[in-house]
């Protein structure tokens, strides 16, 4: 077994004085979908935001083996950990064109064009939208731009907050589908963090349920949407 | 209607000054969300400092770029070392961190350089180019040179890399940080641009209004009138506010019997016009926060 690609040990995070996360212990592995299940207010989002260095931690987390808790945003960023946040953290007086430059900011200028065609192979929608406003965009579009603009990164993880959210259902399988091929195509690992668990057992292959800042359980996708009290909770039948 | 012309022309040339300060006022109210009551004072130390560059014999136009280079790093040093240490504080202590920097500045300003007011070179003469005395070489000069740099920073912003990085970390902070832009040194480029624009402004003035710590003090209120009109959220916006104020200035003297006592007065009141009927500015966008 490989060392893990990102783990956290004993991961706590705090707004101000109130504790959010209580001794998180976690493991994903290079090319793997990890998922995070849990209600709303678990601390799925806190989670994700303790790993991009966004809020107060304790614990340790570690990125290919480095330590990078309490490092700045920026820096985690730069080691190839793109966040694509709640609510999809579009520029949106910035165009379509612009946020893609935005993405890949920290890359080498000559490679930014060859990147924004490999995004439009996946979301040719974006290719249409080019040179408008992000903010003009639908839900869907901004959701696909916010994926985008990740990919201009050369990730090696991408951290994904609830990319389900707020899209029709024929949208958000196509998402899904884009998010298994950019695992098995551009190697991406992935971190996800859903409401819809059906569709995020799915896709990972290891999952963790959260509950009020706790993993309660953990193991292969498979198993835990075998589990009889996930599916009971969490997937509704 | 010549003289209309002739005294709109006149007030461009003034407005380019209230122009580069209110875009200066601007850039750091983008990086900070607060007025930069100092800036007036950055401009006029500048200003100093490129005087005493070529009381050393410096070309004008090498003490010119000199100052404006070092005025770059000083608005840098001043982010680096006064704001980010206290960013999260609340509004009151960025206020009262202003305040003690307005008047700083200006004392250290009068212990270097004395009080006494000093006159200040153009490199343009003061023959007049237009009408009879209305505008003056320098004036023409002081269009042209704003100008150039107006179109500098605009490219700046629009095509460089750097640029749209910038513009992201002041809209949008957060998605800024999560591709991996560091809005901290951007901010504090920010301020370092704010001071040199303000540098520029403050050299292209000072031939009009002599040099003395106290310069800077009514043109402040012009640029922030300019940036108000204009809208604090649109660096366009300010650069065509200070040239209204500038223009609207110049025009009031026309009005009989009180025009040119009330010039300022003027000015003001339309800042109060433009906020009853726009909040925003002119060209300025709502901010709608989300809770």
Known sequence: ?237 | MEQVVQQVIGGLATGAIYACIALAIVMIYQAIDHLNFAQGEMAMFSTYIAWQLMEWGMPYWFAFFLTVAISFVLGYAIERIVFKPVHNASVLSHVVIFIALFAIINSMAGFIWEFTIKPFPTPFGTKSVLGDGLLSAHGAGMIAVTGIMLALLYLFFRFTRVGLAMRAAAANPDSARLVGIRVGFMNAVGWGMAAAIGAVAGIMIAPVVFLEPNMMVTILLYGFAGAVVGGLTSPGGAVFGGFAVGVVENLASFVPHFGAEMKLTIALALIILVLTLKPNGLFGRRIVSRV
Do not use: C, W
């Open chain 1, 1 to 237: 077994m490989t060392a893990p690609l990102l783990s956290a040990k004993n991961l706590r995070a705090f707004y101000g004085p109130t504790q959010i996360l209580f001794d998180l212990n976690f493991d994903m592995h290079e090319g793997g979908i990890t998922t995070l299940l849990g209600a709303n207010g678990a601390g799925k989002t806190t989670t994700l935001r303790a790993l991009s260095g966004m809020v107060k931690t304790g614990g340790e987390i570690r990125f290919e083996g480095k330590v990078i808790s309490n490092k700045d945003t920026a820096d985690i960023v730069r080691l190839g950990v793109a966040h694509v946040p709640e609510g999809r953290g579009t520029f949106v007086r910035q165009t379509v064109e612009e946020n893609l430059q935005l993405g890949g900011i920290t890359q080498p200028a000559g490679q930014i064009s060859a990147d924004m065609e490999r995004v439009f192979a996946y979301f040719p929608r974006l290719k249409e939208r080019f040179r408008q406003q992000a903010g003009t965009l639908s839900g869907g579009e901004q959701q696909m731009l916010a994926i985008g603009r990740a990919l201009m990164l050369r990730p090696k993880i991408m951290l994904l907050d609830e990319p389900s959210f707020g899209l029709a259902p024929l949208i958000v399988q196509e998402m899904f589908s884009i998010l298994r091929t950019l695992n098995e195509k551009e190697k991406v690992s992935m971190f996800l963090v859903e409401q819809n668990a059906s569709l995020a057992l799915d896709l990972a292959d290891h999952a963790y349920l959260l509950e009020t800042g706790r993993v309660v359980m953990s193991g292969p996708a498979k198993e835990l949407s075998q589990d009889e009290s996930i599916r009971r909770a969490y997937l509704g039948y």
